[in-house]
Antibody, heavy 121, light 107 residues
Framework: QVQLVQSGAEVKKPGASVKVSCKAS????????INWVRQATGQGLEWMGW????????VYAQKFQGRVSMTKSTSISTAYMELSSLRSEDTAVYYC??????????????WGRGTLVTVSS | DIQMTQSPSSLSASVGDRVTITCRAS??????LNWYQQKPGQAPNLLIY???SLQNGVPSRFSGSASGTDFTLTISGLQPEDFATYYC?????????FGPGTKVDIK
């Protein structure tokens, strides 16, 4: 079954870091980029960045530069997103999503179920 | 960054209605525009990619079109399972930005 399975909910204190995992199954992990998108409660979708699981190359949104790190473990087909220096505004559901490119157009065809990260003192 | 706007922000419609949602980009994005549906408590689901291509498995009542920097998602014959929030997304350049969403609810 083609799917992305994310790790469970996290509660963190301000200033801490969180690392969310995203395990791919049913397809070749290194053949598709993995993106991370977050959504605060009742709000819209915000793209954080992407990682190429083959090369490990990453592109981060400027907003998260210096605070986010996207990595992978190819042997277990898992992508990771670590966000540091957490603040209350980082409370959100974090999604991983697979992207495909057709004629230069990227689209996200497979999503994980999301991981709720709550930042609270 | 490319800004995406959507209109309306919400709408009420009945089963069987034809619904149109518009998305506008702040600059030219060619046809690098995707549409997603999101239901409460669920991840987004891809409906349309490259402005007008229907994703596999998506009902044919969904369609997309483009005119310059304006993009349209049309639902022809709204079904009960279509009540959800719809987002457009540009993937012309990073950061890939989403529109603020259009919530479709029952009249």
């Amino acid at each position: 079954q083609v799917q992305l399975v994310q790790s469970g909910a996290e509660v963190k204190k301000p200033g801490a870091s969180v690392k969310v995992s995203c395990k791919a199954s049913g397809y070749t992990f290194t053949s598709y980029d993995i993106n991370w998108v977050r959504q605060a409660t009742g709000q819209g979708l915000e793209w954080m960045g992407w990682m190429n699981p083959n090369s490990g190359n990453t592109v981060y949104a400027q907003k998260f530069q210096g605070r986010v790190s996207m990595t992978k473990s190819t042997s277990i087909s898992t992508a990771y997103m670590e966000l540091s220096s957490l603040r209350s505004e980082d409370t959100a559901v974090y999604y991983c999503a697979r992207s495909i490119a057709v004629a230069g157009n990227w689209y996200f065809d497979l999503w994980g179920r999301g991981t709720l990260v709550t930042v609270s003192s | 960054d490319i800004q995406m706007t959507q209109s309306p922000s919400s709408l009420s419609a009945s089963v069987g209605d034809r619904v149109t949602i518009t998305c506008r980009a702040s600059q030219s994005i060619s046809n690098f525009l995707n549409w997603y549906q999101q239901k409460p408590g669920q991840a987004p689901n891809l409906l349309i990619y490259a402005a007008s291509s229907l994703q596999n498995g998506v009902p044919s009542r969904f369609s997309g079109s483009a005119s310059g920097t304006d993009f349209t998602l049309t639902i022809s014959g709204l079904q009960p399972e279509d009540f959800a929030t719809y987002y457009c997304q540009q993937t012309y350049s990073t950061p890939f930005t989403f529109g603020p969403g259009t919530k479709v609810d029952i009249k």
